[in-house]
């Protein structure tokens, strides 16, 4: 396959011109973060992915999204990925086994991202920015230029040339960030679970896409390794529903293909909290422990997710045939009985 700075051709290349049937195959992937261990929502979410790709025939990738290192404890990714793998799921691609798109770790992937950034800079789609998170709260007083993510971007280095954005960033002891050149675009998109999903009133902003301490923004990642690495369709979380529009933007700049977006609902705790770390959730890990069969735990997940498990023990090749993510219901769910 031909390639230009790590990146596939562009789109009518990619979809049109190849002649191997393997690459016109569909490609699904479940990229989870080390910084914890596997709960039933990643297992949950891992295992509608691998369905989705498996129901149709294609290939299934695992990649580690594991940029903020310093979260990242030893031994995590080795503990996850044999969570993974005794739950009944297995990869053809990833970082225990290589494949044709390696690495498949983002801490090993900066190049990449690297020159993603380069392109956007030159084609006028991202600046350097020298402010500070206390900076922009400060520049951005309205209240309704806030959202969840903090307060909206103001554009202060927008107008200001490179040299001057460096000379004002290594005044205060760092380098500059890199923002997109957000153009207020409204982008609406279909999501296989959501149905359509409308536009935010705010349109595309001037997001993060390298932070200063040259890491880049999960946003900018995602992108460039889910387009390098062929992935056609996204089942994921719909914590990341809201992310999605930038993603698109990310994808038009670059000129890459945007793949099918399925956003699956998160699991709930009995008492209606979202499973994160400060609501300590049970770990695939634990219930291993006490013993609990993984036909137990993937008969459970099945079950929340409204497929069919009879008697609650299932393996996941037992839930491939008439697979659809579809079909599912996209309120909150709550895994119970294990
Ligand atoms: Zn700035």
Known sequence: MGTLGGFPNPPAMVRGEQSSPASHAMRGRYAPSPTGRLHLGNARTALLAWLDARSRGGAFIMRVEDLDRARVPAGAEQAMLDDLAWLGLDWDEGPDRGGPYAPYRQS?????????????????RAFACACSRADVARASQAPHDSDEDGPRYPGTCRGLGSDEVRARA??????????????????????????AVPAD??????????????TA??????????????????VRGD???????????????????VPVFAHVPLVLTASGERLAKRTRPEAVADLRARGVSPAAVVGALAISAGLPAAGGRVTPADLVAGFSVAAMDRRPAVVSGL
């Not at 923004?217 to 996204?234: I, N, S």
């Not at 914590?239 to 293909?257: F, H, K, V």
């Open 108 to 124: 090993e992937r900066t190049a990449l991202y690297d020159g993603a950034i380069d392109r956007l800079l030159a084609s006028g």
């Open 170 to 195: 290594a005044a205060q002891g760092r380098a500059p960030a890199i923002r997109f050149a957000g153009d207020g675009a409204r982008i609406d998109f279909v999501d296989e679970v959501h149905g």
């Open 201 to 214: 009133a705010g349109g595309i902003d001037d997001f993060v896409l390298r932070r200063a301490d040259g």
């Open 217 to 234: 923004a999960y946003q900018l990642a995602v992108v460039v390794d889910d387009a390098a690495m062929e992935v056609t369709r996204v």
């Open 239 to 257: 914590d990341l529903l809201r992310s999605t529009p930038r993603q698109i933007a990310l994808y038009r700049a670059l000129g890459l293909p």
